[in-house]
């Protein structure tokens, strides 16, 4: 079946610095969707990608779609205290009825 | 409402009984979903629902959980004879996609079920 890999699990950085996770998929991927879920909290909905390439920013945030629309990568610029959580990205295959989630990457930031 | 609601927000059973989780979908959304999240885990699909119908059930761990949906609104489900590998977060989240799965899904609170 299909599978959604990310990486890293889990980064540590100190306010300030950059983020960046990444998602891969086993196939290839209609939409990608990428949520955020902040500690005891619930998964948070943060864009969609669709087109091949496609490349869409939120402020500090920048998603990718690749070429081959089977990876993805989300990219914080000078994270704050308030970026804490985990990150899914989330992906459609062609004819599935579900997406099927990421691994995840969780985020933390100290001052 | 203003979003999606689960009940109850925790409940804690013994092993072998029957729980049954509850979800009030965002008004007029006709897609719901359950996932399942056990702590620093990722999110395991479990069933979908396009109105009542449930065409994609293969997330469902075994014979004793279920599912239904009624009046293309609230969704319930439920666990069987309950063991200690179900305690996880329940997950519900609905969309307004006729389509599945190409929109955003707005999710609930979650149940924590835990079962001693």
């Known amino acids: 079946g299909q599978q959604v890999m990310q990486i890293p699990q889990y980064q540590h950085v100190q306010e300030g610095e950059d983020f960046t996770t990444y998602c891969n998929s086993s196939t290839t991927l209609s939409n990608i969707q990428w949520y955020k879920q902040r500690p005891g909290g619930h998964p948070v909905f943060l864009i969609q990608?669709?087109?091949?390439?496609e490349v869409k920013k939120q402020k500090r945030l920048t998603f990718q779609f690749g070429e081959a629309k089977k990876n993805s990568s989300l990219h914080i610029t000078a994270t704050q205290t308030t970026d804490v959580g985990t990150y899914f990205c989330a992906g459609l295959a062609g004819t599935a009825s579900k997406l099927t989630f990421g691994t995840g990457t969780r985020l933390q930031v100290t001052l | 409402g203003a979003g999606v609601s689960q009940s109850p927000s925790n409940k804690v059973t013994e092993k072998g009984k029957d729980v049954e989780l509850r979800c009030d979908p965002i008004s007029g959304h006709t897609a719901l979903y359950w996932y399942r999240q056990s702590l620093g885990q990722g999110l395991e699909f479990l069933i979908y629902?396009?109105?009542?119908?449930?065409?994609?059930k293969s997330g469902l761990p075994s014979d004793r959980f279920s599912a239904e949906r009624t009046g293309g609104s609230v969704s319930t489900l439920t666990i069987q004879r309950t063991q200690q590998e179900d305690s996880a977060v329940y997950l519900c989240?609905?969309?307004?996609?006729?389509?599945?799965?190409?929109?955003?899904?707005?999710f609930g609170p979650g149940t924590r079920l835990t079962v001693l």
């Open positions: 990608l669709v087109k091949s390439g």
């Open positions: 629902f396009q109105g009542n119908s449930a065409p994609d």
């Open positions: 989240a609905s969309s307004t996609r006729r389509l599945a799965g190409g929109d955003e899904q707005f």
